[in-house]
Nanobody
Framework: QLQLVESGGGLVQPGGSLRLSCAAS????????MGWFRQAPGKEREGVSC????????NYADSVKGRFTISRDNAKNTVYLQMNSLVPEDTAVYYC???????????????????WGQGTQVTVSS
């Protein structure tokens, strides 16, 4: 079965950090651009960050630049999102997704991504 599974979400205080992981099973991520999206209640899903298959190209939403870092370990078939200096506005369900065309565009569009994980909840609150 082809799956993406996110982990690492939770409750954190403002200013804190979390590292999300996205592990693939049933297929290799080597040829996919990978993206992280998030969706808060009542809001549309928005792109947070993406990374090309080689790791040589990354993009970030303006709201997370300088605070979040995306990385990948193809040997472990896993993608990460390190989130620092978290603020309440970062509260959302975070999803990872795979793009077979390896785009990783500056503007991330959900329809460009073919495979999705089930999401992990991140809550930033004191």
């Amino acid at each position: 079965q082809l799956q993406l599974v996110e982990s690492g979400g939770g409750l954190v205080q403002p200013g804190g950090s979390l590292r999300l992981s996205c592990a693939a099973s049933g297929f290799t991520l080597d040829y996919y651009a990978m993206g992280w999206f998030r969706q808060a209640p009542g809001k549309e899903r928005e792109g947070v960050s993406c990374i090309s298959s080689s790791g040589g190209r990354t993009n970030y939403a303006d709201s997370v630049k300088g605070r979040f870092t995306i990385s990948r370990d193809n040997a472990k078939n896993t993608v990460y999102l390190q989130m620092n200096s978290l603020v309440p506005e970062d509260t959302a369900v975070y999803y990872c997704a795979a793009d077979t065309l390896d785009y990783c565009q500056a503007i991330m569009r959900p329809y460009e991504y073919d495979r999705w994980g089930q999401g992990t909840q991140v809550t930033v609150s004191s």
